[in-house]
């Protein structure tokens, strides 16, 4: 497989086309807005004036654009033309049935145009096809970007993808609660990078559980009871002190 075809402009088609020209595949860029992918490093063409048959087609789009974007290319290129989307919540079954081969492809990482990830072979590459030869493909394909791949099908992408939301986006908001609590009291919010640092490194693929620390893995109520009160101004955060310090004892009780 040498021509992949990259449909869309968002923060994952910036990672996919560079980490797959250095892979030495010739890629190129379509995109509704090629004023604003202007100085990408990539060749970019209108889909219609695609004049070569891609070995892959991917789609780099928002969920709720895979459909769409999938009828669209049905209107260009044949039913053996495999074509797979970026998601980790949608199933491949949102690309449109015109395609014998459908797949999907999904880094999990965090990632933002302009911020360039210095370590994809570290980066783990999840992928899924409704048929062998497409499963090779990406196989070979997610093999020579990382040493890190997961063959995983629709529902257990879908649960990782959900696990990713809780240790990574949720996780991500707690830290802005604690810049909240911080910038309130005249406090620096990096007193508490190293402990978030250490917190994260100490995960070795264990249940996290076992680590825990903290006033409710302790029983410790009167300190739990003194946090709540200095939460008062914040009703919202109260409830989740709560109920996460109960969900903690109750998994330490296990």
């Not at 995109?31 to 219609?48: G, Y």
Request: hydrophobic residues 45%.
């Amino acid at each position: 497989m040498q021509e992949i075809l990259v449909i869309g402009a968002g923060n994952l088609s910036w990672h996919l086309v560079q980490v797959l020209q250095q892979a030495e595949y010739d890629v190129t860029l379509v995109t509704r807005n090629p004023d604003r992918v202007a100085d990408w490093p990539v060749r970019i063409q209108p889909l219609s004036e695609i004049s070569f048959v891609p070995d892959l087609v991917v789609l780099a789009v928002p969920d709720d654009a895979i459909h769409q974007a999938s009828t669209e290319l049905a209107n260009y290129f044949s039913p053996e033309v495999p074509v797979i989307h970026t998601s980790g919540a949608t199933p491949t079954a949102m690309i449109n049935s015109h395609f014998a081969h459908r797949g999907a492809l999904w880094p999990i990482r965090s990632l933002r145009a302009g911020e360039p990830v210095t370590d994809w072979k570290e980066l783990p590459l999840v992928y899924h096809a409704t048929d062998p030869a497409l499963t090779q493909v990406l196989a070979e394909l997610t093999a020579k970007l990382s040493d890190e791949t997961h063959l995983l099908d629709d529902a257990q992408r879908a649960k990782l993808h959900l696990a990713a939301v809780f240790s990574n986006n949720f996780v991500t908001w707690l830290y802005e609660i604690s810049h909240q609590l911080c910038t309130e009291s005249d406090i620096p919010f990096s007193v508490l990078l190293p402990i978030i640092r250490n917190t994260a490194l100490k995960q070795d693929g264990v249940a996290p559980r076992l680590s825990q620390t903290g006033a409710a893995a302790r029983g410790d109520q009167a300190t739990m009871n003194r946090h709540l009160h200095l939460l008062a101004s914040h009703p919202e955060y109260q409830q989740l002190y709560q109920e996460f310090s109960r969900m903690i004892s109750a998994g330490i009780d296990r």
